[in-house]
């Protein structure tokens, strides 16, 4: 190697180097302190008093992939002359860009220790350590995280979003705080407790605008600790609360709706399939520990004695009083929903093979299986053979994104619902316009359509959704008007999660701060 590269590359202020040497692929450094007196830590006083010597080596970055140790040669301990002292003897300091007091390696390599450890966690730090020719264990690079946490305050935020997270799903909780201005997480809470955010919102007095969710646990605590701020509930909170409110109105009429878009066509065990009939048991089942419940509900028993004695969970209690527990084909989004209108066109163009239509969707995009399309072919033929027009019901499901998303799609089947529906049950054809109402409003950002719309919603079958956004008015106006939302605050709790799943859901507190609100 060339003296300009070792003088480069190898020099480091305060080290006098003696020696290099290449033994069994290490690259060894020896060299000795500058410094001809040491300093008491304690007291200050300088010494010239050698007490003793010993060896200490300290690790370096590597050179074309080899490990390089530096060794320092007789690193000397001093005598302290000063006589009110506690301290004896001391060793003598080396440069800061040399080395900490007790450390294991050249302060240059805490950059990369510190960047890899932010970047991967520790197991996988340390495996990527290996092969940059610096083997620092995990432990060594989760201490390096947490040794160089910031102790200063995050900067005064005024515009802050607040949501929850899962420590461990369905147990335990904490809440992220995420400066929507700056765009930067300053602070994560340990749990989601009311007292918690109170007393961080009275530590932080200077907040303004709060974005949350519509829970009540955020809203009670942002009312109690900072009444003077601004609430502003999360848009797509409002918007899928909205769907959630409709669908429960669909599911409020299900029995209605089931003998409407099948008139005169009761339900032939025998004609189900293996997958249809298990529902249909299923639905029996529902439906006589529906009648119990509505019973005692009649009697006017409580909701916590109706849990003792049926066993069944206060929130199923309320679905079944309130109607929403009536679906007897509970199915699922189907691939093959974005391919119906196609399907249907094939089939009754004469193709009624299942792997001829795959072969045929297929070619034109479609990426489910053959066994989907095959099974549909099955209950489409079963249908034909039965003079049944469709499958032997809808699902709540099925029949609400008929009333909203597909219904400007120009499929028959969902003309035919509308149709029937609008004479049957006209309600729900009203609460589907309300919900159009909601959207255009909150799209417009016009906030003098929210009394009417509340006015209008209170007296449908969505007039819980209605009462629920009295209640929350305010943060309601201020999603219309502002343009804060918590869409920043999901993403950071998106690479939080990442971060989690990294470290096998084992971070603590203090290295999940480290990692998330570290400068990227």
Not at 12 to 19: M, R, S, T
Not at 45 to 62: A, G, I
Not at 250 to 277: C, F, H, N, Q, W
Not at 411 to 437: F, G, H, Q, W, Y
Request: proline share 5%.
């Amino acid at each position: 190697m060339g003296t300009s590269i070792w003088n480069s590359g190898l020099a480091l202020p305060g080290l006098i180097i003696e020696d290099r040497s290449v033994v069994n692929g290490v690259v060894e450094i020896s060299g000795r302190v500058a410094s001809s007196r040491g300093i008491c830590p304690d007291c200050g006083t300088p010494s010239l008093s050698c007490h003793s010597r010993y060896f200490r080596t300290l690790s370096d970055l590597p050179i074309s992939g080899a490990v390089v140790k530096l060794r320092l040669l007789l690193v000397r301990r001093f005598r302290c002359g000063h006589g009110t002292c506690s301290r004896k003897t001391f060793s003598e300091a080396l440069a800061p860009v040399l080395g900490r007091r007790y450390g294991r390696r050249v302060a240059r390599c805490d950059d990369l220790l510190r960047a890899v450890g932010l970047a991967l966690g520790g197991r996988p730090g340390s495996r990527m350590m290996a092969r940059l020719a610096v083997p620092w264990s995990r432990d060594t690079l989760l201490r390096a995280i947490r040794r160089d946490i910031a102790t200063d305050p995050p900067a005064a935020a005024t515009v802050i979003g607040i949501d929850d997270f899962a420590w461990r799903r369905g147990h335990s909780y904490g809440s992220i705080v995420v400066d929507l201005e700056q765009r930067k997480v300053i602070d994560i809470l340990p749990d989601r407790q009311r007292e918690t955010i109170v007393a961080w919102l009275r530590e932080n007095p200077q907040v303004h605008t709060i974005c949350r969710d519509r829970g009540p646990g955020y809203g009670a605590a942002a009312t109690e600790a900072a009444p003077h701020a601004r609430q502003v509930a999360d848009r797509w909170h409002l918007f899928e609360n909205a769907s959630a409110a409709f669908l429960a109105a669909v599911r409020s009429e299900m029995p209605r709706l089931r003998k409407t878009l099948a008139p005169g066509v009761p339900i032939d065990p025998g004609t189900l399939t293996r997958a249809e009939r298990i529902q249909w048991d299923g639905a029996k089942a529902r439906e006589m520990v529906n009648k119990e419940i509505l019973a005692l509900a009649e009697q006017g028993v409580p909701l916590k004695a109706m849990a003792r004695t049926t066993g069944v969970s206060r929130q199923t209690i309320r679905k079944i009083v309130r109607g929403q527990r009536h679906d007897t084909f509970r199915a699922r989004q189907s691939s093959l929903d974005p391919w119906f209108v196609m399907l249907e066109a094939e089939w009754n163009a004469g193709c009624r093979v299942g792997a001829e239509l795959w072969r045929r969707l297929k070619a034109s995009g479609f990426a489910g299986s053959l066994r989907v399309v095959t099974e549909w072919a099955t209950r489409r033929r079963r249908d034909d053979k039965l003079g049944h027009p469709a499958s032997p019901t809808l699902s709540a499901r099925t029949v609400a994104r008929s009333l909203t998303v597909e219904r400007d799609t120009g499929s028959a089947r969902n003309a035919m619902v509308s149709a029937v529906i609008e004479k049957a049950v006209p309600a729900l054809i009203t609460a589907r316009d309300i919900v159009d109402r909601f959207h255009a409003m909150m799209r417009s950002k016009d906030v003098k359509r929210l009394d009417p719309w509340i006015k209008a919603a209170s007296a449908s079958k969505l007039a819980s959704f209605a009462a629920g956004v009295e209640a929350d008015k305010d943060a309601i106006a201020a999603a219309i008007t502002e343009p804060w939302s918590s869409g920043q605050v999901e993403g950071t709790i998106n690479r939080l999660k990442l971060i989690k799943r990294q470290m096998y859901g084992r971070a603590n507190l203090d290295l999940l701060k480290a990692r998330l609100m570290a400068p990227v």
